[in-house]
């Protein structure tokens, strides 16, 4: 792991390689940019591989995968376009896994399920509409979910997304009356001081696009409130 401190963030570099390079987000900050022209992450990273490897000149970084704004957690960047083309491939056929942390305030039950769902995004206010059945415009949402532990009025789930669509776990865990703690779009009863929301990209696995190797990437849940009841 490697650190380089600069006017946004200290960036956490939790994987790193010829090919690709990963980060732990903190909450708050943009993967890529958007209508704020905040800098992003992909800014920092570009900054971090600049500095790092005295390169002169542009830097090359493709996006593989986003993580909403109040989100943190693991993002994986390619360094080269082959592997962005061979990442996509990987995204494209869902073989890459993803694990998430969530902290909510209801316990569900059961307490460990499949989630099926037929969601669907409303662009005008950025937000999605989870349905038990299909309706048009609807597509398929599944996620698994487990009871880690439960502390103080706090419940840590496990969660693992089997499809990724945009803000399914948010949406679908809502729809089981238990949204995530901060999660004001989506039903919380309270914001979080700094606007972030108890989700955590924990790990992400995959056939490394180059070397062919297997690649577990994990990140540190943060240490600040609701994290803290657990650390």
């Known amino acids: 792991m490697s650190r380089l401190s600069n006017d946004l963030l200290d960036l956490v570099v939790i994987y790193e390689d010829n090919h690709l390079i990963a980060v732990n987000k903190p909450a708050g900050v943009l993967v890529h940019g958007d209508e704020t022209g905040d800098r992003t992450l992909a800014d920092q990273v570009k900054s971090y591989i600049k ?9 090359f970084l493709g996006v593989i995968h986003r993580l909403d704004r109040p989100v943190s ?3 994986v960047f390619a360094r080269t376009s082959k592997a962005l083309t061979r990442m996509n491939e990987l995204m494209k056929n869902k073989t890459i896994t993803k694990n998430y942390l969530a902290l909510v305030s209801k316990r569900p039950d059961p ?8 969601i669907i995004k409303d662009s005008t206010k950025n937000i999605v509409k989870a349905f038990a059945s299909a309706k048009s415009g609807t597509k398929e949402s599944i996620l698994d979910y487990e009871v880690r532990g439960e502390l103080n ?6 969660v693992h997304p089997l499809t990724g669509r945009p803000h399914q776990i948010r949406a679908q865990l809502s729809k089981i009356n238990c949204p995530i703690i901060g999660d004001l779009k989506y039903g919380a009863e309270y914001a979080l001081p700094n606007k972030s929301i108890a989700l955590h990209c924990r790990e992400m696995s995959f056939v490394h696009p180059v070397t062919g190797s297997n690649v577990v990437i994990t990140a540190d849940a943060p240490e600040y409130f609701p994290w803290d009841t657990f650390n």
Not at 51 to 59: C, L, S, T
Not at 111 to 118: A, F, K, N
Not at 153 to 158: A, M, R, T, V
Request: hydrophobic letters at 40%; a positive charge.
């Open 73 to 75: 957690g693991v993002v």
């Open 111 to 118: 307490l460990s399920d499949r989630l099926v769902h037929h």
């Open 51 to 59: 500095i790092r490897y005295n390169k002169p000149g542009d830097v």
């Open 153 to 158: 009025g706090k419940i840590l789930l496990d």
